[in-house]
């Protein structure tokens, strides 16, 4: 049972550089999410796609975007990372009707 | 839009200890309410959910109750364990749509 899979664990980059966080859930789930969660700030909701084809912003959207590319991939991209997305990146998915998310094992970002 | 509060961390208990952690929300409507545990270099992990007034969510020894008259949703346990030990977020999710939103998060140590 994989569940929610993100690529990569780790990464580092340089202030500017871009990437793109993947993730993919084998559930058939409706909705997927992108949180950040950061110390003394809780997960805060990035971005989200109720269903295939739609994306919505959340609390922090400014220096991400998404991409909803089929019903099992959500992706985020950082156009050019600065040092304040330093972060532990989350991505989650749920069926539109149902209350549990499951999530995925997390991102660890590091903007030097 | 929607929020959660959630009680200030971290929390330290000695085992067997009487755990309260305060939980309460700001939505419209009839929001579904959810506790979620993170264990150490884990995702998030559903703990217990309530969907309507009155239901009390319970499992692995704690339990909520949905309280819409003071909208709260404070997670309690009558012992805990040195197992206990990990980060634990109160969670809302809106009464039409998918979007969830998160508290703080709470640390909880738990001390042989």
């Known amino acids: 049972n994989a569940g929610v899979t993100q690529t990569p664990k780790f990464q580092v980059l340089k202030t500017g550089q871009s990437m793109t966080l993947q993730c993919a859930q084998d559930m058939n789930h409706n909705s997927m999410y992108w949180y950040r969660q950061d110390p003394g700030m809780g997960l805060r909701l990035i971005y989200y796609s109720a269903s295939e084809g739609t994306t919505d912003k959340g609390e922090v959207p400014n220096g991400y975007n998404v991409s909803r590319l089929n019903k099992r991939e959500f992706s985020l991209r950082l156009e050019s990372a600065a040092p304040s997305q330093t972060s532990v990146y989350f991505c989650a998915s749920k069926e539109g009707s149902g209350t549990e998310a499951f999530f995925g094992q997390g991102t660890r970002l590091t903007v030097v | 839009g929607n929020s959660v509060t959630q009680m200030e961390g971290p929390v330290t208990l000695s085992e067997e200890a009487f755990l309260t952690i305060n939980c309460t929300y700001t939505?419209?409507?009839?929001?579904?309410l959810f506790w979620y545990v993170q264990y150490p270099g884990e995702g998030l992990q559903l703990l217990l959910k309530?969907?309507?007034?009155?239901d009390k969510g319970s499992n692995k020894g704690f339990e909520a109750t949905y309280r819409k008259e003071t909208t709260s949703f404070h997670l309690e346990k009558g012992s805990v364990q040195v197992s206990d030990s990990a980060v634990y977020f109160c969670g809302i999710r809106e009464t039409s749509g998918s979007r969830l939103t998160f508290g703080e998060g709470t640390q909880l140590t738990v001390n042989p």
């Open positions: 939505a419209t409507g009839y929001p579904s």
């Open positions: 309530a969907t309507k007034a009155d």
